[in-house]
Structure formats: C-alpha cells, structure tokens
C-alpha cells in the first residue's frame, strides 16, 4: 500500500476513536502503568527530545534519503524553513525543562539563514542541542560560535570512508570539505574545551563496507554510530545492509520512540512519532498548545496504551511501520551520548596531560 494511503487510513482511524473515547474510559486510559515498557522516567513531565524539521532544503541528493525518493519537500514549499517564532516557542519549553532540541529534516539545517543564531538561543534558555547536519556547510566562525555555544552534541552524517563511495551515497557533496570541516570542528572543540560531543554516523546500506566507515572516522570524531537503513514506507528496503531486528515484530516490543520524544514539522504542528515525516498524523501545533499539553494529550495516551497492551497492530499506521522493528529500549541516543561524553573528557584530560591544549 502506498505511504499516503496508509497514513490517512491511519489518520480516519484516530478521528473515529476520537468520537468513541469518553470520560472514564479516558481517566482509566491515562493511568494506565507498565513496569517494563513504558514512559521513560526523564520523559514523565515533557518529552526528552523534540526533533525538529528545522528545513525541508538540501544541497544533496542523496539516493538513501526518504527526501530524495519522495514528494515531501513539495508540500513545504509554503515553508521550506521553521520560522523563528515556531524555534523559539519549542526551544523555550526545552530548557525550561532541560529537554533536547534535535535538529534536523527534509534537508540540511545549516542551510537556514539562522540556524547559529537559534542554535544560540536555545542553549541560552537552557536547551539542549543536537544538530545532524551533512557536514558541508561550516565556516571557521559558525563552528567557533556553536563551540562557545556548548552545543550539546553535533552529528555528522559521513556514510562513507573513501571520495569514491561518498560521491555515490551522497550525491552533491564534497568529500575534502567534510573531512575538512569534521577536523576542524574537533580540533578547534579541543582547544576551546568546549562541552560539544562530536560524533559520525554511517547507514548501513548496500554498497557501504560499514565496518571501513567506523574504522576511518573512530580516531576522528568521539564515536561512530552505525544506522540501521530505514524506508520510512519510501526507499527500496533491498538496499538494507542489515535488516536483522533490534525488535522482533513478533515480541510486539512497544515503540520506544512514544515513550521518550516528539517530531515537530517546520509550521509547529507535532507528529506521533519519526516514522510520519509526511506529516499525516496531528498531535497539536505548538502554536496553539503546549509542548507539555500535547505530551500528555488524547492522542499520544492512544498510542502509548495501544503498545503497552500489544494491540498496536490495530492502528494501521504502526501496523504497516517497516521501521518499528529498528527501534531499540537498548542501543539508542542516550547510549550514543554516554559513549560520546566519556570519550570527549578522555580526549580533553589526555591533551591537558600532554600540555597540547591551549588556554584560549
Ligand atoms: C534526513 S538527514 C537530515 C540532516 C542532514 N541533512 C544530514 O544528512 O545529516 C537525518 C539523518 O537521516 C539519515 N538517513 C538518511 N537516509 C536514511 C536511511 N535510509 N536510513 C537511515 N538513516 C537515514 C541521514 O544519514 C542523517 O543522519
Ligand atoms: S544531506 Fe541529509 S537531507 Fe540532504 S539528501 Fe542527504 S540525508 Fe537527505
């Protein structure tokens, strides 16, 4: 079935169950616990992480990306990128409770006009900030300036270890500059002893010997994060280089994803879960609701009870999501990050040890 079809399927779906669900069903639905599966302790009050579609513009073409093979970017044309207003209100509901602000989309987010100045703001309200970016557009003062941020973590998508297999994987862009702008980014972290971890990922994808890719950017960056390939309902699942499952469809493993963070599109409105990137389902809009309200909301306590009690086959959109499967309790960001922040203070003590840092 095509991805649109079975979005809106999905989306009259919810509509229906909105109209059945009344008072005490609802209060019985909300208080529903689970001792092993369910919202994340950090997660109780507001979602650890908004992920954000900060642009839906790229300067790639990259034949993996669900962007590349989709008419998604089409529908943003209205907005291409998230206005400042739309940034600000997420960002400050962020740091008011320490949540992250993960930026990235339908495109590259350093290609928006504004993207060191909001990244700013949002460390300034105490936000944390991650951004995935290409790699391709970092001058020498953008990357002093989200160093001093002390943005929390920055992410560069790599895919390859070699020009030749680059040039395939990611259409459009420039090996030298990355390999340029990666280095530059940690030696200049280095010797600002900034808080900014620095990671590389690579999709595990056809064409890709994934194992080269980790062994090339490890001494690099702080850590390498292998990426399932996902299809989003869009790319050719063929092209996977491991489809072995974190979740094995059968276990009917609740989605972790409900249970810990949020997607935002570039107009505010909040869909359930990474895999919706056509923006089908309608959580709220952070314009009209807060980021909190919409966490706690009808719509989110539906998905979550559907999971925990193994009937999320009965919503189609999880039904037919070809990346549940992918997700893990276990081998997820908050991993990434640990790894990444003990390798950053191993990197920062070493040099200081050595007397090769110096003071800025
Ligand atoms: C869509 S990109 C947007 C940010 C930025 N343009 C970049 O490439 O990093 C977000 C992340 O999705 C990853 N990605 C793209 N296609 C993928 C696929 N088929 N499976 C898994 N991850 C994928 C990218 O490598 C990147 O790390
Ligand atoms: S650089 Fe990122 S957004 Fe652009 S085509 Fe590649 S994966 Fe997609």
Redesign the pocket.
């Known amino acids: 079935m095509a991805f649109h079809t079975m979005v809106l399927n999905t989306k009259n779906y919810w509509c229906k169950f909105n109209n059945r669900l009344k008072g005490a069903e609802m209060d019985k639905m909300l208080q529903h616990k689970q001792e092993q599966y369910g919202i994340r302790n950090e997660a109780m009050e507001f979602p650890m992480m908004c992920v954000i579609s900060f642009v839906y513009i790229?300067n790639?073409r990259?034949p993996?990306?669900?962007?590349t093979n989709s008419e998604i970017r089409a529908d943003y044309k209205d907005r291409p990128l998230m206005n400042d207003d739309t940034f600000k209100i997420i960002a400050e509901q962020c740091g008011e409770y320490g949540a992250w602000i993960r930026m990235?989309?339908?495109?590259?987010?350093m290609l928006h006009p504004k993207a060191v100045e909001l990244m700013e703001y949002a460390k300034k309200v105490g936000a944390k900030v991650g951004l995935?970016?290409?790699?391709s557009r970092f001058d020498e003062e953008d990357s002093i300036r989200l160093l001093e941020a002390q943005i929390d973590m920055i992410?560069?998508?790599v895919?390859a270890s070699d020009p030749e297999t680059y040039a395939k994987v990611r259409t459009g862009l420039n090996w030298d500059t990355l390999v340029r702008n990666v280095k530059r980014m940690v030696d200049m972290r280095n010797k600002l002893k900034s808080a900014t971890k620095i990671i590389a990922?690579g999709?595990n994808?056809v064409g890709v010997d994934i194992d080269e890719v980790a062994k090339y950017w490890e001494p690099i960056v702080d850590t390498f994060q292998k990426?399932?390939?996902?299809?989003?309902g869009i790319?050719d699942p063929n092209?996977s280089a491991d489809s072995t499952p974190y979740l094995p469809p059968e276990e009917m493993i609740p989605c972790p994803f409900i249970f810990e963070r949020l997607n935002i599109d570039s107009r505010g409105k909040v869909m359930v879960c990474g895999f919706d990137i056509a923006a089908v389902t309608d959580m709220g809009n952070v314009h009209e609701k807060s980021i909190k309200e919409i966490w706690h909301g009808e719509g989110f306590e539906y998905y979550r009870q559907k999971h925990l009690e193994k009937k999320a086959k009965e919503i189609q959109m999880c039904r037919d999501c070809p990346d549940w499967k992918y997700r893990s309790w276990k081998h997820n960001y908050w991993k990434i990050i640990k790894t990444a922040e003990s390798k950053r203070k191993e990197v920062l003590s070493f040099q200081e040890s050595e007397g090769c840092v110096s003071d800025k």
């Open positions: 790229c790639a990259c993996n990306c669900p962007y990235s989309g339908g495109g590259e987010p995935i970016t290409n790699g992410e560069f998508s895919d990922s999709v994808q990426r399932k390939y996902l299809t989003w790319n092209k």
